[in-house]
């Protein structure tokens, strides 16, 4: 299965997208803005990864992770609803919060994503604010 995340709006707010499954939106999601793929503090390159399930320690549950992301290593899709929830990881949510740079039911998207996603792992393209041929950083 190939999903897509496409981001729409990046920031020093945050790096806010939509996850595509067979071209339809089902999750949003959040991350770091673009810190030029620094460790901790940046959002991953757009690109296209190959994404396994795997036990975090940290969340003491199963989890996705990204597989060869430049110059990084445990990129993990997981629960949370802002900025300060994440290191360089991508959040999932059901919807974007309207009140606040945040996402929302984070829990119940990651645990339906979880259901959702078949086997053990899938391809992910992950790609940018687009206008015209350029990337657009807001």
Partial sequence: MHIILQRLTMSEQGTFGVLLISGRPYYVTLELPWKNNQREISCVPSGTYHVTKMYSEKFNKIVFVLHDVPGRDLIEIHIGNEIKNTLGCVLIGSEFSK????????????????????????????????????????
Avoid at 99 to 108: H, L, N, P, Q, R
Wanted: proline share 2%.
């Fill in 99 to 138: 009140t606040e740079y945040a996402i929302v039911d984070s829990k119940v998207a990651f645990n339906d994503f979880m259901v959702r996603m078949p086997g053990e792992g899938f391809i992910i393209t992950i790609k940018d604010v687009v206008v015209g041929a350029e990337t657009v950083w807001m």
